[in-house]
C-alpha cells in the first residue's frame, strides 16, 4: 500500500514535490542557467552527504572561483542539515525533499522544498522575517547573540539557522508556504550567492 495515495484528504506526496521539482527546473530554465546538482524524493543522510559533495565538485569544474565553491558548500550544509534537523516527516515516514542548484554567470541559486508542520508557520515566517529585515552587522550581531544566550532544542538546534543561511548567501531569503493537509505543509526556499566577476 502506498500511504501517500491512500490517507484521505492528503494531496499525493509525489505529486507534491514533482510540482515544487518542476518549478525549480522552469525557474532555472527562465534564468538561462545550468542545472548543476539534483534531487527529487525522500532524503537520507547519505544522500545528503552526497548532494554537497556532487555539488561541490560540479562546481569546481565549471572553473567557478574556489571562494564562491566554500560558500555553496558551506550553505548547502546549513539547508540540508537543517532539514535533516526540524524538517517533517511525511505519513510514510520519510522526510521528503526537492533540491536544485543552477548558476547563471552571476550567481549561483538554491531552490528548495520540505515538509513542515502548519502550526511551525508563524514560527518560521517571523524568524525569516526579521533576519530579512537586518542589514550585514546586524545579522552578525544576532548571530553573536544567539551563540551566547541561545539554548539548545532538543534537536540541537539554537535557532541559528536562518540567521547563518542569510549570512552566507549576503541576500534576502525568499520562502512560500502551501498547504498538503490541515497538519502538514510545505516550506519552499530561494536562496543565491553572487560569483565575484
Known sequence: MIISKIVSGHRNIEEVFQDAFEQGKLRAEELSSNVISEHFGPLSRERLDELVFSAEAQLREKNVQKRTVKAVFSLLV???QNIRLHG???YDQKQWC?????CTNSQVHIHIT???KKSHESRIRSKIDKVNRLNEEELKDLYMQIL???KISKKGGAGLGFVTMATKSCHKINYDFSDIDGNLSTLKLWLK???PE
Not at 98 to 102: A, D, F, G, R, T
Open 193 to 195: 550567492i553572487d560569483i
Open 98 to 102: 526537492c533540491y536544485l542548484l543552477y
Open 114 to 116: 520540505n515538509l513542515t
Open 78 to 80: 546549513e539547508i540540508l
Open 148 to 150: 551566547t544566550d541561545g
Open 88 to 90: 517533517e516527516f511525511y
